[in-house]
């Protein structure tokens, strides 16, 4: 039996952000590993991803290359159709029912859960990693994760750990406004992303 971690999200693109939320998953949660995994059709973004599934996914592989407690999984990017974690859970836990999963998110995910598909799922099969987000206060957290675990049963760890406050969505914005991104990507990805020309 496996602890395994699943840092699901539309990387667009990967950033020390989620890097950081996966290291202190991966710690305070004991895992085995860190499954990293790009969504091909999120359904609260959906055909509103900036650059292509092969992009994400390239740049994801190139920010966990030196770290062999991170994995890259193309499971989501595979799937046609609006991809959802419940699905997502139902398939791992089919190939390998032995092992138990760890979703991984952010405070503004966690907040979110009860209007994915078929959270009851999700609970079922997963325990609920959460990091902070500088929107949400730590008492925030807590009122969440006590409202999720009453009404599904669910199983929640909030995370120990400093708020890093970059998001894909700022990165998008300052490369736009010709600004340096260095610092918040890995260098790989900061050099695929020059060499690509994306998001400009
Ligand atoms: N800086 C961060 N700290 C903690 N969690 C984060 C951070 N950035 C993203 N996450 C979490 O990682 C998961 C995947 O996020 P996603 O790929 O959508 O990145 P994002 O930066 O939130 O993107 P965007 O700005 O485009 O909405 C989500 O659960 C999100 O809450
Ligand atoms: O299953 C759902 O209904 C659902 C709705 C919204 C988001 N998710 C998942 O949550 C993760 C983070 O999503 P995002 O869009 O913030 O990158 C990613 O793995 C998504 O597939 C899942």
Same mark, same amino acid.
């Given at each position: ?14 950033? &020390? ?23 091909? &059709? ?15 996914? &390239? $740049? ?6 030196? &770290? ?42 966690? $907040? ?25 206060? $730590? ?54 992303i020059n060499d690509h020309n994306l998001y400009s």
């Amino acid at each position: 039996m496996k602890k395994i971690g699943i840092m699901g999200g539309t990387f667009d693109p990967i950033h &020390n952000g989620h890097l950081f939320l996966a290291e202190h998953a991966y710690e305070q949660a004991g895992l085995d590993y860190v499954l990293f995994m790009p969504t091909m &059709n999120p359904p609260h973004k959906a055909g509103i991803t900036v650059v292509s599934g092969e992009h994400r996914l &390239n $740049m994801v592989r190139l920010a966990l290359k030196d &770290n062999p407690n991170f994995r890259l999984s193309d499971l989501e990017l595979n799937r046609p159709g609006l991809t959802y974690t419940s699905d997502t859970l139902e398939v791992l836990k089919n190939r390998e029912p032995d092992n138990d999963y760890y979703f991984i998110l952010g405070a503004d995910s966690l $907040m979110m859960i009860p209007q994915w598909k078929d959270p009851q799922t999700i609970f079922n099969l997963s325990t609920i990693v959460a990091g902070g987000r500088i929107q949400f206060s $730590m008492e925030q957290l807590k009122e969440q994760a006590e409202y999720l675990e009453k009404t599904y049963k669910g199983k929640i760890i909030l995370l120990d750990m400093p708020i890093m406050e970059i998001s894909s969505e700022k990165i998008r914005k300052r490369i736009k406004e010709g600004k340096s991104i260095r610092y918040y990507v890995p260098g790989e990805v900061l050099t695929y992303i020059n060499d690509h020309n994306l998001y400009s």
